[in-house]
């Protein structure tokens, strides 16, 4: 692994991190054995598909992103080892290429500072309280984080993993157009614009549907527009949620003796974070948390 260090304003550091190719290779073959164990593969019992059939069963993108979701927080903790930086706070994350793995965080840092004489300060620690609901979420965005998802051939439904030839005109301009675009909708979450997510409920699979959208309002050109997108689904995915037991725990980061390990370790990073708030990360890990998925360059 090759690291890199580069200083920025704003008490901010950004790592440009290289992982070898063995190190990928050892991480995608972790990746098909985890996968292994939960898919289920034509004619194998589970565990016992070789490696070449749980990637053409589950596609190669789903084998590189799971070996990514353990690989990227263990390349960026040895990294901050290695460069002797202490994060204060979640990383940006960027990847720049998946194969090989090339990827830059960009961690923030305490600040310098000149102490005055604060000896005689005294402050009391105020008891936190964590809600088991907050724990509860954090929980849930872990079991989609680890979800399989399996071709259907039905209608596209809220939660599915969909491919699909998407056409966006407003205004009579083209805004949008992307002939493999993926995206998973789900109830109050924007995609592209409001009402796309909602339109896609329903399309069948190589059937043109269009779906009207409206920009939100502001100063741009387009603000307050209507328009319509054309989406040709091309795949439809149906999302499988893991069991929420001890198993599932053992998959998550690093593993976790029992799903009650997992909750104790949530609770403590949400207690711990400035502000609280659910947990958005794939799982627990140091130096200001393991990172979120990060976004694609």
Known sequence: MRVSAERIPESQVVLQIEIEPDQMERALDRAYRRLAQRAEIPGFRKGKAPRDMVERHLGRERLVHEALDT??????NMALDEQQIEAIDQPRLDIVQEEPLVFKATVPVRPTVRLGDYNGLRVK???????????DQAVEELRHRYALHEPVERPVQMGDLVRADV?????????????????????????LLPGFAEG??????GAAKEVEVTTPPGSQ???????????????????????LDDEFARQVGEGFASLQALRQQLEGRIRERPGRGVDRSPGPGRGGGVPARPRRA
Do not use: C, M, N
């Not at 209507?226 to 149906?238: L, S």
């Open 71 to 76: 690989l990227i927080p263990e390349a960026y």
């Open 200 to 205: 896609v409920i329903g399309a069948e699979k």
């Open 167 to 191: 056409r966006g005109h407003i205004d009579g301009r083209e805004v949008f157009a992307d002939d493999d675009f993926e995206f998973t909708p789900r109830d109050g979450v924007t995609i």
């Open 221 to 243: 050109p387009l603000s307050g527009k209507t328009g319509a997108f054309t989406v040709v689904v091309k795949e439809v995915k149906e999302e499988k949620l893991p069991a």
């Open 125 to 135: 620690r105020p008891s936190v309280e964590v809600a088991a609901e907050d724990v």
